[in-house]
């Protein structure tokens, strides 16, 4: 059983910054692609980064230039960092690992509000 354990979610005024972790298993941590995925009300569930074993990132659109994806292969952690934060960014974050199959965590809650 893979379990990714999430941490940093909370409620930020717009303009604000989050920083959201992820830990993973070290057996399969170091071969995954990790990434951050987040899903609104009424949404489906979209990519917001992914980053490959060694360090290639990827962003959706709506984050570059804000999010930065990065990793610690050394501590089995993945992390978000959130600038310049909007209240479209308010969502549910899924940390995912993906290697043979898609592995998620339990989500953790991002509110932009004033």
């Known amino acids: 059983q893979v379990q990714l354990v999430e941490s940093g979610g909370g409620l930020v005024q717009p303009g604000g910054s989050l920083r959201l972790s992820c830990a993973g298993p070290g057996s399969i941590f170091r071969i995954a692609v990790m990434g951050w995925y987040r899903q609104a009300p009424g949404k489906q569930r979209e990519l917001v980064a992914d980053i490959t074993p060694r360090g290639m990132t990827n962003y959706a659109d709506s984050v570059k230039g804000r999010f930065t994806i990065s990793r610690d292969n050394a501590k089995n952690t993945v992390s978000l960092q959130m600038n310049s934060l909007e209240p479209e960014d308010t969502a549910v974050y899924y940390c995912?690992?993906?290697?043979?199959?898609?592995?998620w965590g339990q989500g953790t809650q991002v509110t932009v509000s004033s």
């Open positions: 995912n690992l993906r290697a043979i199959k898609d592995y």
